[in-house]
């Protein structure tokens, strides 16, 4: 497996925002495209998220990824140095990195291609430490049993999981991509009936947002 960074960053509009005019608005926005834009051959940009209607603490959700964290920071930076970065707000940011998994080597669907799906449904998750002390062949049949629930509902539902940093003792973060958010909802009720569920300790923020083109997401708020 190739080893690659990603980052879902949550931005969220000031109320300065929208005391621009809308031919400002689209100013600012153009410029933010033209950075992404500018780094287009060093960062990847899965989706642009639009989260209104579903969380009220995130407007955007930015999903990047790059073989180097350095190219997803001074992405972000520029933002912050642009006019945009006058008007936003993060009211979250989570760092991750691929790398190959315990007890699976299902591939993560952005690192093989796939094509990104209506919606996204992103969380960050950390597991109880009495999780790692169980012997090995426990937690295997822990993960396999989940893994089997989750299957059930492939290719409805694409996963997406990466090893977090320990900031904020975030240990996995994991995205959904689906077409059908009822289809979601059965999968995450049935997930809920997996014994590993006994060793979770935080599962927050749930994201969920519809994705747009970088433009038109942008748009959307001008």
Known sequence: MQEQFTCHLAVKFTAAWQQLDKSRRSSVTHAAVAIFDSFKDRVGLRGTYVV???????????????????DIQDLQLELRRAE?????????????????????????????????RKYLCFYPFIRKPEYYLLPKW?????????????????????????????????????????????????????????????YMQDEHPFIVGRYFPLADALSQYV
């Not at 209104?52 to 073989?67: E, I, P």
């Not at 290719?155 to 900031?167: A, E, K, M, R």
């Not at 996995?172 to 999968?187: H, Q, Y």
Request: glycine share 10%; aromatic share 14%.
């Open 84 to 116: 945009l970065g006058n008007y936003i707000d993060i009211p979250h940011a989570f760092t991750g990195v691929t790398k190959p998994f315990e007890f699976s080597t299902h591939p993560t669907s952005f690192a093989v291609g796939m094509t990104p």
């Open 52 to 70: 209104q209607g579903f969380q009220g603490h995130t407007d955007l959700l930015f999903w990047m990824f790059a073989d180097h964290f350095d």
């Open 138 to 198: 426990e937690r295997k049949a822990l993960i396999t049993d989940h893994g089997d629930i989750g299957h059930a509902f492939v290719p409805d539902i694409l996963t997406n999981g990466v090893y977090g940093f320990g900031l904020g003792d975030y240990e996995w973060l994991l995205t959904f991509e689906t077409n059908d958010l009822g289809r979601l909802v059965d999968c995450v009720r049935k997930l809920r009936e997996s014994k590993s569920r006994l």
